[in-house]
């Protein structure tokens, strides 16, 4: 069985790969956000992974916070989401060779972390983005949590969310871990469960919410893994 899992890993890394090439191929020919969106749905039909969605996409989202467990998590929410995703990413993947060209063709928004002029540029960036209709879309822990408990959310997206008053829209994705994960090359196809909690108006004025929102995500994440098992 992981002998398997191991030889479905490559094929779906190369078909990846492959995505990526078609959407700086398709990006100069397509508005956006039709290239990435074809590329996205060349992944899931490829490499055969399906999804659950439960709750709705509000129409009128302006930022999604999603969890992050799997290189795979961005396909996920381009094929569930209608919207003109704008991803912010630490600016590391940018400066990646072919695949920093797959993020800044879309305009996706770089930070540097350790940057104190990176807050004022991601600002900026937010703005322009959200003056252009499309969402501001981030994984709050920074980075992949592996054992299904959320790593801390960073401050950048109550930053932007507070800055510009935006209507936020939690998203909890469902073990995609256990579909795709780099670190053990190892892909099985599945049903993943993806969830849209209520839509919520960004609060200036509570300094919590941010961490709330990490526990009721947490919540969300613990229940409907329980229930898949």
């Known amino acids: ?47 055969f992974f399906s999804t659950d969605v439960k709750g709705e996409e509000d129409p009128a989202t302006q930022m999604f916070l999603i969890n992050h467990q799997s290189d795979l998590d961005i396909g996920v929410m381009e094929t569930v989401s209608k919207k003109d995703l704008a991803w912010v990413a ?9 695949f920093g060209l797959a993020m800044s063709m879309p305009e996706d928004i770089p930070i540097e972390r350790k940057s104190k002029t990176s807050l004022i540029r ?19 822990e920074g980075t992949r949590s592996r054992d299904g408990r959320m790593l801390p959310f960073k401050s950048g997206a109550k930053v932007v969310a507070d800055k510009f008053q935006l209507r936020v829209q939690p998203v909890v994705l469902i073990k995609t871990a256990e579909c795709y994960d780099i670190k053990r090359f190892y892909y099985v196809p599945k049903t993943i ?14 300094p919590n919410w941010l961490q709330e929102l990490r526990v009721k995500m947490q919540a969300v994440y613990d229940q409907e893994a329980k229930e898949g098992e």
């Open 122 to 140: 991601l600002l900026k960036n937010a703005k322009d983005r959200l003056n252009k209709g499309r969402v501001i879309t981030m994984f709050p």
């Open 90 to 98: 630490k600016k590391e993947l940018f400066d990646v060779p072919f």
């Open 1 to 47: 069985m992981k002998i398997l899992a191991h030889v479905n890993w490559f094929f779906a890394t190369v078909n990846i790969f492959v995505s990526l090439i078609l959407m700086i191929l398709l990006y100069p020919i397509l508005p956006r956000p039709y290239a990435r969106k074809i590329a996205a749905w060349y992944v899931r039909i490829t490499i």
């Open 193 to 206: 469960k993806v969830v849209f909690l209520d839509s919520f108006i960004a609060d200036k004025d509570d």
